[in-house]
């Protein structure tokens, strides 16, 4: 089952506009969500987080939203730059756990046009 | 300030042959994970680490071996390749569990023939 999913493989924005990147999820009360940007032929570095007792988080351009009873997490990127343009990954943590673990969406590409 | 780093960052096997992903952290990091990334989709984790001397297996660890001796190495081994190894691999780490966000290595990429 897939716990974490991103059902958008890409989007295109122009520059100066907001991006939303969407995800969903299956339900454990202890989670905690991250968003990771990714850039071809590095690694993931992380964006912007947020835990269940929360329902936005916000961080410069960055904001996440997060539906508990729709079980959906969003990004917001306002405005969207064209160095944005990379692969986005949400991520959920089992806070009740000592492992630390995280499983991720497929990621959604975004594109962000001059 | 290194963070994580991983050798080598491309490799070609032939079928049946073995090597090793290195991956070391210079941040004391007690959690250490290893991850493959396929195209199009997310991480799946291989294995993880909670600290020196302790390893377990996360979603995908068939054909894969690890070791934790030190607080700063987390090799990963594959005793006999195969294509459907053809992968990037990546290498993370974490102070302590919870929001803590993990640290990633910039990858090995692994192709099988």
């Known amino acids: 089952d897939q716990q974490v999913k991103q059902n958008s493989p890409s989007l295109s924005v122009q520059e100066g506009r907001i991006s939303i990147l969407n995800c969903d999820y299956t339900n454990s009360m202890f989670d905690y969500f991250l968003w990771y940007k990714k850039y071809p032929a590095e690694g993931p570095t992380f964006l912007i987080s947020?835990?269940?007792?929360?329902d936005k988080n916000e961080d410069g351009r960055f904001t996440v939203f997060l539906n508990k009873s729709a079980k959906h997490l969003s990004l917001h990127i306002v405005p969207s730059q064209p160095g944005d343009s990379a692969v986005y990954f949400c991520?959920?943590?089992?806070?009740?756990?000592?492992?630390?673990?995280?499983?991720f969406g497929q990621g959604t590409t975004l594109q962000v046009k001059p | 300030n290194a963070g994580v780093t991983q050798t080598p960052k491309f490799r070609i096997l032939k079928i049946g042959q073995s090597m090793t992903l290195q991956c070391t952290q210079d941040m004391n990091h007690n959690y250490m994970y290893w991850y493959r990334q396929d195209p199009g989709m997310g991480l799946k984790l291989i294995y993880y680490s909670v600290g020196a001397g302790i390893t377990d297996k996360g979603e995908v660890p068939n054909g894969y071996n690890v070791s934790r001796s030190t607080t700063e190495d987390f090799p990963l081994r594959l005793e006999l390749a195969a294509p459907s190894q053809t992968s990037v691999y990546f290498c993370?780490?974490?102070?302590?569990?919870?929001?803590?966000?993990?640290?990633f290595g910039d990858g090995t990429r692994l192709s099988i023939l």
């Open positions: 993370a780490s974490t102070q302590r569990m919870g929001d803590q966000p993990q640290h």
């Open positions: 991520a959920k943590g089992d806070g009740s756990s000592n492992t630390g673990k995280l499983i």
């Open positions: 947020i835990s269940s007792i929360k």
